[in-house]
Nanobody
């Protein structure tokens, strides 16, 4: 059983930065083998992929965050981070962490990011 807990969201002015964290608890073996991703969902919109990282550290980003956001993982802390720089109002959304295992996936509860102009 693996659980994900996000943190780090909040209110920030446009141009500012935030770092989101997603801490995994449970089987260390499973956690280290998981692919992880950050998604976001704005009101009235579908949930969309922001960034993903494999167990081997390969990363993938949505075009709208390339050059601004960085995903990373700390295997010793079983935590995945999303460093968000140069935030703009369009980045306002609930951000969710997702873990993908072999034939299964789980979501965290989400953390709200609000960017003011």
């Amino acid at each position: 059983q693996v659980q994900l807990v996000e943190s780090g969201g909040g209110l920030v002015q446009a141009g500012g930065s935030l770092r989101l964290s997603c801490a995994a608890s449970g089987s260390i073996f499973i956690i280290n083998a998981m692919g992880m991703g950050w998604y976001r969902q704005a009101p009235g919109k579908q949930r969309e992929l922001v960034a993903a990282i494999t167990s081997g550290g390969n990363t993938n980003y949505a075009d709208f965050v390339k050059g601004r956001f960085t995903i990373s993982r700390d295997s010793t802390r079983h935590t995945v981070y999303l460093q968000m720089n140069s935030l703009n109002t369009e980045d306002t959304a609930a951000y969710y962490c997702k873990a993908d295992g072999s034939g299964w996936s789980i979501w965290g509860q989400g953390t709200q990011v609000t960017v003011s102009s």
